[in-house]
């Protein structure tokens, strides 16, 4: 009987549509000195180590079922990188879009050099980031951050959540903890160079020091 429920589901998945994802993705070079600003409305954003001096993003655009409307949409909205001064600025081009595009899921990963000097806008979603040792500026209307960093490279950790939780892990030692209204953490006690600022209006953030 197994069997055969497993035959008739793996038919079924056959029969369906393949989900069609509108992806963009860019690369931008960065000048000396230059710093990193990423812009994005909804989401989830993963930011990880690039290998070279160069800043790569790959956003995927994804509808739910399939839905036409959606699609469309979906399909206006483009990566932009702007230089200007010491600042390489990425945003999303043509948001919102002129109907809302319901049931649209932004995916975005993002390479950045380890040492730029890096600030991050998500309005809305979930914030992974590992590996940056440059000095790091976060902020974040809804949703939650989880950031894991190197403690040799951390000077300071100020962590701001206006409804949430925020928290601080050293090894063992957690700093922090729930807060519903203006909740702080403020570490100053590391030996590295690189500071990070994470502002979260509602939601949580966590940060590991490792």
């Not at 190197?150 to 700093?175: F, M, P, Q, S």
């Amino acid at each position: 009987m197994r069997s055969t429920v497993l035959a008739v589901l793996a038919t079924l998945a056959l029969a369906l549509p393949a989900r069609a994802d509108t992806v963009r993705e860019a690369s931008y070079p960065l000048a000396a000195g230059q710093r990193v600003r990423l812009e994005f409305p909804t989401g989830t954003l993963k930011v990880e180590p690039s290998d070279d001096e160069r800043v790569h993003v790959r956003m995927t655009l994804r509808c739910e079922r399939d839905n036409e409307g959606c699609l469309e949409r979906a399909k206006t909205l483009e990566l932009k990188g702007e230089s200007s001064g010491n600042v390489v600025r990425v945003k999303v081009e043509n948001w919102p879009p002129k109907l809302n595009p319901i049931g649209l899921h932004i995916e975005t990963v993002a390479r950045v050099p380890r040492a730029r000097e890096l600030a991050i806008s998500l309005g809305a979603g979930q914030l992974d980031l590992t590996g940056h040792r440059g000095d790091l500026d976060v902020e974040l209307g809804v949703g939650d951050a989880t950031i894991a960093l190197g403690r040799a490279d951390t000077r300071r950790v100020r962590l701001e959540v206006g409804v949430g939780d925020a928290h601080l892990k050293r090894g063992a030692e957690t700093i922090g903890g729930e807060g519903f209204i203006g909740h702080v953490v403020d570490w100053d006690q590391g030996k590295g160079r690189s500071e990070v600022k994470v502002k979260v209006g509602v939601g949580k953030v966590e940060v590991t020091l490792d």
